[in-house]
Every structure is written in C-alpha cells, then in structure tokens.
C-alpha cells in the first residue's frame, strides 16, 4: 500500500511539473505572441553627419543601454545612454554630432535581468569578430563607378550556370597567381595565371562561361577569428553571427569595419563588369549560438522554435532553429535579403536548410526581390536536418515546390541517381554501373516535372513531379557537401583505370549539363578537383579544400570539354525550356531495353533551337553499345571524345545513314539531323 501510495504521489508530481512546464510554455508563447509588431523600415543604426539614430525592437525589455565604445574591440567607453521606449515594441535613442566609425552595443534588461551586450540583429557594420555594431556612412564605402555598376543581363532562368565556390578555395593556393589569396579582392583580378600560363580567377570563369558565381557564406560568421588571422583557420561559414555584415577574415583588415564593405562591393562590381551575376549562400535557418545572439537577449524565446520544455527545436541539426513564421523573423529576413539585393547589387540567394522555413515567407521574399529585380534568382535546400515543430504543410521543402512562386530546389533525386547515395561513398550510381536508376534519370531529364513518360514509382526518392516548371529545379550531381566528384569516382569505380575515371568526370556533368532544369557545378570539377575522400571538409584545413590551378594543365582536356559543354547548353535552348508544357511536347525517351542507358528525342526546334531533332544517349555501361535510331540522316556532335557542334560544313561531323549506331563505354553521344547541321 506505501508502494502504491508512493508511486501515485510521484505520478501526481510529474504530472504537476510537466503541467507547471506546459504552463510556463505556453505562457511564453502567449506572451511573445502577443508582442506589438513593428510596421516602420528603420531598425538598425542610420547615419547622418548631424546624429545618428539607433532603434532595436525588444518588446519584453524593462531598460536598454546603448554604450558607445571607440574601437569595434577593446578600446575605450565613450559615452552611454538610456534608451527612449518608443512605438510598436521600438526603442530609440537619437545621438547628436557626426559619430561615424564609432562602436556601439545594446544591453537590455529583461525580467530584472542584464542581458549579454550584443550589436542588433540590424547591425550593418561591425568591429573586428562582430561583437560590436559600427556606426557607418555606407555611401562613403562604394567604391569608384559603383554607381554605375550594372547587373549582367539575363533574359531568363533557364539560360544560368552556376558554379558554386567557397571564398578562400577560389584563390588560396599559390599556384592562383593571385596576389589577395582568400580575400574578396581575389574576384577584382584579372589577368592572373598559374605556372603553367593557363587562366585562373575571373578569367577562369569567364572562359569557362559560367553565368554565376554561388559563394558560400560570405556574411559575418562565428569560427574564424579575425584577430589570429596568421593562423591556420578555415570554415565553411554555416555558423551565422551578423547576417547584415560581410565576413571580416576575407578582408585585408577585418578591425575597420568600412574595409569588408567596400571590398565587397569591389568583388560584385568586378564580376559584373565581367559578365557574371553574384548568388549568396544564406543560412537563416539557425544561429551558431543562440543564447548569446542578438535575437536573443533582445528579445527571449521569439526568434527561435522552442520545445515544451524551454530548450531550442533544432530541425537545423545545429542546436536551434529561427522561427520564420513569426511576424518580426518574417520582417527581418525580408529585409535582409532586400538589404543584400540593393546595398551590395546581389544577384540570387541560395537558402540553407529552406524547409525549416515557412513557405507565406520564402513566397514574400520572392514577391519583394521581384520588385527589386525579377532576375534574382532564388532557391535553396528542399529539406530539413532534422524534425521540426513547423507543421509538415507549411514546410518549404521540394514536395511542396509547386506552392512556392518562382523558388527552385534542390534536385537530390538527379544528384543521387548520376553518383550515388549521399551518406554512402562506396556505394555506386548510375555513372558507375548501378542499375535500376534508368527511372531516376529521365526523372532529371526533365527537371522534377510532371511527363507522360516518367514512371514515377521506379524514382528513387520521389514518387510525383514536385516542379511546376524546369526552372523550379537545381540540376547538379556534387556541390560543397559531400564528396567532390572525383572522390566519389575513385570510391565507386575501384576496378577503373585513371582513363576511365576521367571519362566519368565528363559523363556525371555531361548529364548534367544536356539535361533540363538549372544546372549547378561544384567548383574544381572542371579540373577534377579532390578533397581526399573528405565528404564534410567545413572546418579541414586548405590543403584540404584549395583549388589547386596547377590541375588546369594536369586536365585540359577535362577543362576544355566542360567548356564545350556549357558553350552547347548556351547555344541550344532545347537544352534549356522553360515550360512543362514545352517539355512535354518537344522531349520523348526512347523505349530502350538495355540497362544503364538512357536516350530521349528533343524535336522540332524546341525552344526555337536551330536544330530540328536531337537526339541524346547516356550510356553507363562499361562497353560500348548499339542502339536504333529513328529514321534519318544524322550527324554526331558530341561523345566523351570530344563536343563539337560548330563545324562550318557538314563534313567536319560523324554521319551516321543506317539505322544504328554505337555508343562509346561510359559517355553521352548527341546526334543531330543532317540538314540542321547543313544549314
């Protein structure tokens, strides 16, 4: 009986406590769902040689204290001051006389409790390691011409290559010949060279011909200390700190907070004149630590998703996860992206991790960018780390790709189907000979999309079309992520001879690069780039993660034949159609019986191409095979051998007149009729 009085006591306890915590819950989730929104365009710091005006939003606070310091580290208190409570949640404090490139921090009182001095989650200019906000006439920062810098032209989605790349790879390695190894300054030369006199840098990419350039994080993050900068220090920056701020190790003196911003902007401005559109990497998704973060000891508990029990949700697999549903992260990520769009001329933001955001959010940040400009090109990851308390509806995640309004995702159905599972290195895809994924193929073929000759239910992650158009997929087959090309070549193909591997390194991006959708390169891969067998090198040194331009001799062939590809794809719009519906009428696959290969017909001028009718095989057997042809005079233009779809007769091709032909082990082999080459 003392048991079971026992157990029940206990029982009645638990069951208090748990009560007491779903109280307390939802008492906080009452409260700062009930905080008055703020509805003006003016939080942050805003300068004016006459004074400059601070206003934070931090609704539970009882006092904030802004002090003003004379360094953005250590240095000297100039000057505090109690902040006025305002409108809508808003405090303010108007500091008269010319204060630019002063420091400043915020220090609420919450609860009868000092919160952490941090900068505001506004802050668009920073001291050494972003513990400080700096005061900042941005006009003084542009550089020469700015105002005259352009956006490049894009006539539409469909025409992108983006070439995705990390800020000190690019560069880092000596064999650059670039004088700002790692800087943002490295994107403003041109003319460099490796030893062995080939291109490297922009004009790499400009011969090349990749029409953007994806940088990994380049906004203000935590793991690199820009005050040991003569130390080895490498990240990939998913860990954000000042979303607002570019990072500081990246430039030639991260203390001055004006240096990052005008550098910056000379990196956009030389890309632009160089005919290439810039895209940010964005990770809005979570904080590297929220508990010191200036969401937080502004305002406890709103800007995250929080468990019954008061601890962080954490979808992001990073400890927390931001909450973008709510009014005031809604309004800040809005304004973020605005504020990268038109202070900086930001041409495409790619979300991390974009399903643990809200699909109302990612839908208005697209509407607010197209009034900006309708060319800035969104998209992001269709998935989450990890479960999240954001119902499975709201999510903006590649099954829900039709909901969001000119957003594109990323295809890990094509990626996984050419190389192989992600989280398996050893194990093959179909450019190593795994049968079974010929499904999944066509499904990349026609970029996600609904098509009469799809059998969704062989695909290997998806069993329905999730783009509404090709343009709403990310075409690609490696990225940052994950082992690089090579690598998974090398863990897949064991019994490959080098030739062999190599011919792969074509074929993975051949398929890419012929196949519908907006194709994605990992940088390095058109000079077959390595990390080792390293598949997640976020903090592993540059030995690790350089680009080593000493390759672009090494593989020539390699380069000259990504180049090739990408000149095709922008020369031929039947490889790049806008429309389901144009893919529907103008590509039929091709009913082949034989494993590993992969054909389909893209016919009459499809996307007013010059050519009538093409055709195009993917063969992934380690032997060359013969397939039929549709009746016709046709002529080859493409094999692993080479690409080659600007003869000036009809003589300089391969003309195939009988009714097979054979396709080359472990390549794709394009054909055209006769007469469009004859033209």
């Known amino acids: 009986m003392k048991f079971i009085k026992k157990t029940f006591l206990i029982t009645l306890n638990l069951f208090l406590l748990m009560n007491l915590i779903g109280c307390q819950s939802s008492q906080k989730k009452r409260l700062t769902e009930g905080y008055p929104i703020y509805e003006g365009n003016d939080l942050g710091v805003h300068y004016t040689p006459e004074k400059t005006s601070f206003r934070v939003w931090a609704p539970p606070a009882d006092a904030i204290t802004l002090k003003i310091y004379d360094q953005g580290h250590e240095g000297e208190l100039l000057e505090t001051h109690s902040m006025k409570k305002d409108v809508q949640g808003t405090w303010l404090f108007e500091l008269e006389g010319d204060w630019k490139d002063k420091y400043y921090t915020y220090q609420a009182k919450i609860d009868g409790t000092l919160k952490l001095e941090v900068p505001d989650p506004y802050a668009r200019a920073v001291g050494v390691n972003g513990n400080r906000g700096m005061i900042v006439d941005l006009a003084s920062t542009n550089p020469e011409g700015w105002n005259e810098d352009n956006r490049p032209e894009l006539e539409s989605f469909a025409d992108m290559v ?76 998913y860990d954000p700190k000042n979303y607002n701020v570019p990072q500081g190790s990246y430039a030639t003196d991260p203390y001055d907070g004006n240096v990052r911003i005008r550098e910056f902007k000379k990196m956009v401005q030389s890309l632009h004149e160089n005919g290439i559109r810039v895209i940010m990497d964005v990770v809005y998704n979570h904080m590297y630590d929220a508990g010191t973060s200036p969401f937080e000891n502004l305002v406890p508990g709103y800007y995250f998703r929080m468990n019954q029990d008061g601890t962080y949700s954490d979808g992001s697999a990073c400890g927390n996860e931001t909450a973008s549903e709510r009014a005031m992260m809604r309004k800040f990520m809005i304004e973020s992206v605005k504020y990268w769009a038109q202070e900086y001329r930001i041409d495409g933001f790619r979300f991390d991790l974009m399903g643990l955001h809200d699909i109302e959010t990612m839908n208005l940040i697209r509407e607010e960018l197209h009034d900006i400009d309708p060319d800035i090109f969104l998209y992001g990851e269709g998935w989450t780390a990890a479960d999240t308390p954001l119902p499975e509806e709201d999510r903006a995640v590649k099954a829900h790709a039709a909901r969001l309004n000119g957003i594109a995702v990323f295809s890990d159905d094509i990626r996984d189907a050419i190389r192989g599972p992600w989280h398996e290195n050893e194990a093959p895809g179909f450019m190593a000979g795994e049968k079974g994924l010929e499904e999944s193929i066509r499904f990349g073929v026609v970029a996600s999309t609904k098509h009469p000759e799809v059998d969704y239910t062989q695909v290997n992650y998806s069993d329905a079309p999730y783009a509404d158009n090709p343009l709403q997929t990310i075409t690609y087959v490696t990225c940052h992520d994950n082992p690089c090309l090579w690598d998974k070549i090398v863990d897949t193909c064991t019994d490959c001879t080098k030739e062999e591997k190599l011919d792969l390194q074509k074929f993975a991006n051949a398929i890419v690069l012929t196949s519908q959708g907006v194709p994605l390169l990992h940088a390095g891969e058109e000079i077959v780039r390595t990390k080792f067998g390293e598949h997640n090198s976020y903090n592993l040194p540059d030995s690790i993660n350089q680009l080593v331009w000493h390759n672009k001799d090494t593989y020539r062939d390699v380069f000259d034949y990504y180049k090739d590809l990408i000149t095709l794809r922008k020369n031929h719009p039947a490889f790049r159609m806008p429309t389901t519906q144009m893919v529907q009428e103008h590509l039929r696959f091709f009913d082949l019986a034989q494993p590993l290969l992969v054909g389909f017909h893209i016919h009459e001028n499809a996307n007013n191409d010059p050519w009538k009718d093409i055709l195009v095989f993917y063969n992934a057997n380690d032997h060359e095979v013969q397939v039929d042809l549709p009746r016709g005079d046709w002529v080859i233009v493409a094999t692993k051998y080479s690409i080659q779809e600007s003869g000036s007769t009809v003589e300089g091709y391969d003309q195939i007149q009988s009714e097979t032909t054979t396709i080359p082990d472990r390549s794709i082999l394009i054909l055209v009729d006769k007469e469009s080459i004859a033209s």
């Open 162 to 237: 983006i070439w995705e790349i990390h800020m000190r790879d690019f560069s880092i390695h000596p064999s650059s010949g670039i004088e700002n190894r790692g800087k943002y300054l490295a994107f403003t030369e041109t003319g460099t060279r490796s030893p062995e006199g080939h291109k490297t840098g922009v004009d790499h990419l400009v011969e090349l011909g990749i029409t953007h350039v994806h940088l990994l994080p380049v906004y203000d993050f935590y793991t690199i200390d820009e005050t040991r900068l003569d130390e080895p220090q490498f990240n990939w920056g």
